[in-house]
C-alpha cells in the first residue's frame, strides 16, 4: 500500500557525510548504473531520466572521486550474460539497475551475472518496481544486496558515501532497504521526499547519445525537431488514481520556470537538442507556471522548438489559455489520458476526470492543429461490457490523431489491486507477475476473470481506429515518410500480438 504522507523523511541538502571527509585518502569508487532490458512488442526508447538524475547526483556528492559509466542494456538490447566483457573491463564496485514491474527478472538476472563475477560488487535495485517491494525483493533474491524506493536523488550519494568509508549503513537512511552485517534485513519505512528540486543538479546529459535515441520510436510517437529529450519538470500528483504507483508521492513539487528554461537553453546550446518532451506526472497542475514556461520559450526561441506532452497532460484543467501558450512555443502533440469515460468507473478508480471538459480539451488542440492522442484503459474490476463499449465508441467518434486501448494489469501496492483481490485472488495474484515482458499476455485480468473477449474487442478497435479514412488523411499530414514507416511498423507489431497492458 501507498506510504501516508508522514512517513516522509526530509533530510537537509548539507547535512552529509562527504562535506566533512577528504575522499582523495580513500579508494576511488566505481558505479555501473543500467537500465535492463526486457523484450517486449512496440518498444519505444528513451534517455532513462532516472539514471541520469542519480549519476549528477552521485557525481557532486563524490566530485573527481568517482568513475561512473551508465548503460542502457533496453536500447543496446543487451541481455544479462553479455555484460561480462564490460564487468571485466571497469571492475565496478557497485552495480545499480532502475528497473519496471515488467524489468524485474532481467533485474535479477544482471545481479546474478553479476556476483558470479564478483561476489564483492553491491548489486542495487531502484525505480518503479521496488516501490512497496523491498522485503519481497531482499527474500527472494539473495543476489540483491540494497534496494531503494522511492526518489534515491539524496540516500543512494549518501549509502554510496558509507560504503567507501565502510561504515555500518545503518537505518537512518530514508527509502533504503538492505542487508545488516548479521544477515538480518532492514526494511524501510519511511521514503525520501525532494521539496525543491532546484537544489538537484541537472542530469547527466553529457553521457546521451541523442542522435542514437532519435532513431528509434518514442514515448511522443513522432519526431519534428533534429533532437529530442526528455524534460521532467516537476514530481508528484495530487490526484488519487487507484492504480497509481506513485513513486513520486501525491505532493506536487516542481522545478522553477528559471531552472526550466536554463536547462532546455543548455540541451539546445551544447547538444543542439530543439524538441523536448515534456514526462511530468501533471504539468499543467500550476498555471502560472504553465505561461511562465512557455510564454519564455515562445520569446526567445520563437519558431525554433518543438514540443511534445506524451504524459502528464490534465484534460479537465486545460483551457484555451494554456492551449495557445503551448501552441506559441512550439506545442505540435498532446496525449490527455481519458482512461474510461464511464462516471462509475471514474469514481470508483479515484480520477475523477471530467470527461466533457477533457473532450473539450481534445478539440481545443485539435483546432490549433495538434497531433492529439488520447490513452484508454480497458478491463477494470467490475466493468461492464457496455462500460468498454463505451470508451472504445469515444474514440471511435472522436478527433484524436492516434489512441491507445490498454488493458489493465492490478499492480501490487496499489489500491486497485486490493479492489481486484476482491474479485479474484488467485488470477490477480498470478496476473500481476508481469516480471517477465508479459505485459502484452493474450490473457487479460479481465478476460480471466470474467471470460469476455477483451484482446478481441481491442483488436477491432484499433482496426476501426486506424483505417478511418480521415483520420489516416490526419496521420499522413502530421509524420514524415520515415516517422510514418517506423511508427506502422510500431502499429502492426501491436495489433499482431495482443493489446497493451497498463
Same mark, same amino acid.
Given at each position: 500500500m501507498k506510504l501516508p504522507p508522514d512517513t516522509e523523511v526530509f533530510i537537509p541538502a548539507n547535512d552529509v557525510i562527504a562535506s566533512t571527509v577528504d575522499l582523495k585518502s580513500y579508494p576511488r569508487l566505481k558505479v555501473l548504473l543500467l537500465k535492463p532490458y526486457q523484450k517486449v512488442v512496440g518498444a519505444v526508447q528513451s534517455p532513462?531520466?532516472?539514471?541520469?538524475?542519480?549519476?549528477?547526483?552521485? +557525481? *557532486?556528492?563524490?566530485?573527481?572521486? #568517482?568513475?561512473? +559509466?551508465?548503460?542502457?542494456?533496453? %536500447?543496446?538490447?543487451?541481455? &544479462?550474460?553479455n555484460l561480462l566483457p564490460l564487468l571485466k573491463e571497469f571492475q565496478p564496485d557497485v552495480v545499480g539497475m532502475s528497473a519496471l514491474n515488467y524489468e524485474a527478472q532481467a533485474s535479477y538476472r544482471i545481479a546474478k551475472? #553479476?556476483?558470479?563475477?564478483?561476489?564483492?560488487?553491491?548489486?542495487?535495485?531502484?525505480?518503479?518496481? &521496488?516501490?512497496? $517491494?523491498?522485503? =519481497?525483493?531482499?527474500?527472494?533474491?539473495?543476489?540483491?544486496?540494497?534496494? @531503494?524506493?522511492?526518489?534515491?536523488? +539524496?540516500?543512494?550519494?549518501?549509502?554510496?558515501?558509507?560504503?567507501?568509508?565502510?561504515?555500518?549503513l545503518d537505518v537512518d537512511l530514508p527509502g533504503f532497504s538492505h542487508r545488516l552485517a548479521n544477515g538480518q534485513l532492514h526494511i524501510a519505512k519511511s521514503r525520501d521526499f525532494v521539496q525543491d528540486l532546484d537544489t538537484l543538479p541537472m542530469p547527466a546529459w553529457d553521457l546521451v547519445d541523442f542522435d542514437r535515441y532519435a532513431k528509434h520510436p518514442n514515448h511522443a510517437a513522432n519526431l519534428k525537431g533534429k533532437r529530442y529529450s526528455p524534460l521532467f519538470t516537476s514530481r508528484g500528483c495530487p490526484y488519487l488514481c487507484s492504480y497509481c504507483h506513485d513513486i513520486f508521492t501525491k505532493r506536487f513539487v516542481y522545478h522553477s520556470a528559471e531552472r526550466v528554461i536554463a536547462e532546455i537553453e543548455h540541451l539546445y546550446t551544447n547538444y543542439g537538442v530543439n524538441e523536448f518532451h515534456i514526462e511530468d506526472d501533471i504539468f499543467n497542475l500550476h498555471k502560472p507556471r504553465v505561461h511562465e514556461i512557455m510564454g519564455e520559450v515562445a520569446r526567445r526561441w520563437p519558431g525554433k522548438m518543438k514540443f511534445a506532452f506524451p504524459n502528464g497532460l490534465r484534460g479537465d484543467i486545460i483551457d484555451q489559455e494554456i492551449v495557445d501558450v503551448m501552441c506559441d512555443a512550439g506545442a505540435y502533440a498532446a496525449s490527455i489520458a481519458i482512461e474510461t469515460v464511464t462516471p462509475r468507473l471514474q469514481r470508483l478508480v479515484e480520477k475523477n476526470?471530467? #470527461? *466533457?471538459? $477533457?473532450?473539450? &480539451?481534445? =478539440?481545443?488542440?485539435?483546432? +490549433?492543429? %495538434?497531433?492529439?492522442? $488520447?490513452?484508454?484503459?480497458?478491463? @477494470?474490476?467490475?466493468?461492464? =461490457? *457496455?462500460?468498454?463499449?463505451?470508451?472504445?465508441? @469515444? &474514440?471511435? =467518434?472522436?478527433? %484524436?490523431?492516434? $489512441?491507445?486501448?490498454?488493458? #489493465?494489469i492490478p499492480q501490487p501496492g496499489t489500491p486497485l489491486f486490493d479492489l481486484a483481490l476482491s474479485e479474484h485472488e488467485a488470477i490477480t495474484r498470478d496476473a500481476a507477475r508481469v516480471d517477465s515482458g508479459s505485459y502484452r499476455a493474450n490473457t487479460s485480468w479481465y478476460e480471466r476473470v470474467y471470460g469476455y473477449r477483451l484482446s478481441n474487442a481491442i483488436r477491432i478497435a484499433n482496426l476501426r481506429f486506424y483505417t478511418n479514412p480521415r483520420r489516416i488523411v490526419k496521420i499522413l499530414r502530421f509524420w514524415s515518410p520515415a516517422r510514418l514507416w517506423q511508427t506502422f511498423k510500431v502499429f502492426v507489431e501491436i495489433l499482431l500480438h495482443s493489446p497493451a497492458n497498463a
Open positions: 532513462q531520466m532516472g539514471i541520469l538524475y542519480l549519476t549528477s547526483a552521485i +557525481r *557532486e556528492r563524490f566530485q573527481q572521486h #568517482v568513475d561512473i +559509466r551508465i548503460l542502457d542494456m533496453k %536500447l543496446e538490447q543487451m541481455p &544479462a550474460e551475472v #553479476v556476483k558470479a563475477f564478483n561476489k564483492k560488487i553491491v548489486t542495487v535495485v531502484g525505480g518503479p518496481f &521496488a516501490l512497496n $517491494a523491498a522485503e =519481497k525483493i531482499l527474500q527472494e533474491e539473495e543476489n540483491i544486496d540494497w534496494v @531503494f524506493e522511492g526518489p534515491a536523488d +539524496r540516500v543512494f550519494p549518501e549509502a554510496l558515501v558509507r560504503l567507501v568509508l565502510k561504515q555500518e476526470l471530467d #470527461v *466533457e471538459k $477533457a473532450h473539450h &480539451a481534445i =478539440k481545443m488542440f485539435t483546432d +490549433r492543429g %495538434l497531433q492529439v492522442t $488520447a490513452a484508454f484503459m480497458l478491463g @477494470f474490476p467490475t466493468e461492464t =461490457k *457496455e462500460e468498454i463499449k463505451a470508451s472504445i465508441d @469515444f &474514440a471511435l =467518434k472522436s478527433d %484524436l490523431t492516434l $489512441a491507445f486501448f490498454f488493458t #489493465v
